[in-house]
Structures are given as structure tokens and as C-alpha cells.
Nanobody
Framework: QVKLVESGGESVQAGGSLTLSCAAS??????????IGWWRQVPGKEREGVAA????????????SVKGRFTLSQDTTQDKLKITVYLQMNSLKPEDTAMYYC?????????????????????????WGQGTQVTVSS
């Protein structure tokens, strides 16, 4: 069970930047091979997976809708009991407005699966945060 807590969502102007944080804990320090993914959802639409990072080697995936604008990074505490994943969002557009969630895919081959399928698969993400709202105004 991975506990996830997001923060950083707020209202910004188009063209601006914002950094979201996702603090992951509750896993054992001997097992840190999982993916943290960022998803977003607007009312009436399906949830969209936009970015993911594999905690073991910090390899990343970005959807076409955010590639070149969003960047993932990761900090791990020395005892390996907490990982914080940051989603740096630049050149924000009104269509980036959504509730943003971070979630954990605890499968060791999670990044391989993303690269094989070509997109993030929601059913693989078993632990979810509560979400943080991002609003981009024009």
C-alpha cells in the first residue's frame, strides 16, 4: 500500500508555470520499484494519464499533450521511506485545467508496460491521492 498526497494546485494565467508535488510513503524501503503517475480529469471526461516516473531509475514518460511542457523529477529521503515526485508544468494552457491526481503502479515492469502500450493504463494504478485542482485562465 502506497500512500500518496498531492499539493501545489492553484489558479494561474495561461503561459504561466506551476509545480505539483506528490509525496509517496507507506512502502518498505527494500522495495522502491514502482511508477508514480500523474493523471488529470475534467468533469464529464475520462481520466488522462499525462506523465509517469519509475522510482528505481527515474525514467519518465510523457503523453503527447504535455510533452515538452511538463517535467518530472524525484527526491528520495536518505532512509528511502519517502519519495516526492514533482511535476513542473510550464507554458500552461486553459486546456490543462483539471483535477490532477498522482497514483502508484506497484508493478516492477510498470514503465516497460507504458512503453509497450504507448499510454498509461489506469487499471494498473492501485493507489491514488486525493487530487489537487489546477485552473488555467486565458
Amino acid at each position: 500500500q502506497v500512500k500518496l498526497v498531492e499539493s501545489g494546485g492553484e489558479s494561474v494565467q495561461a503561459g504561466g508555470s506551476l509545480t505539483l508535488s506528490c509525496a509517496a510513503s507507506g512502502y518498505t524501503a527494500s522495495w522502491t520499484k514502482f511508477c508514480i503517475g500523474w493523471w488529470r480529469q475534467v468533469p464529464g471526461k475520462e481520466r488522462e494519464g499525462v506523465a509517469a516516473i519509475y522510482t528505481a531509475d527515474e525514467s519518465t514518460y510523457y503523453s503527447d499533450s504535455v510533452k515538452g511542457r511538463f517535467t518530472l523529477s524525484q527526491d528520495t529521503t536518505q532512509d528511502k521511506l519517502k519519495i516526492t515526485v514533482y511535476l513542473q508544468m510550464n507554458s500552461l494552457k486553459p486546456e490543462d485545467t483539471a483535477m490532477y491526481y498522482c497514483a502508484a503502479d506497484v508493478g516492477a515492469f510498470c514503465m516497460y508496460n507504458i512503453r509497450t502500450v504507448g499510454v498509461m493504463t489506469e487499471v494498473n494504478y492501485v493507489n491514488w491521492g486525493q487530487g489537487t485542482q489546477v485552473t488555467v485562465s486565458s
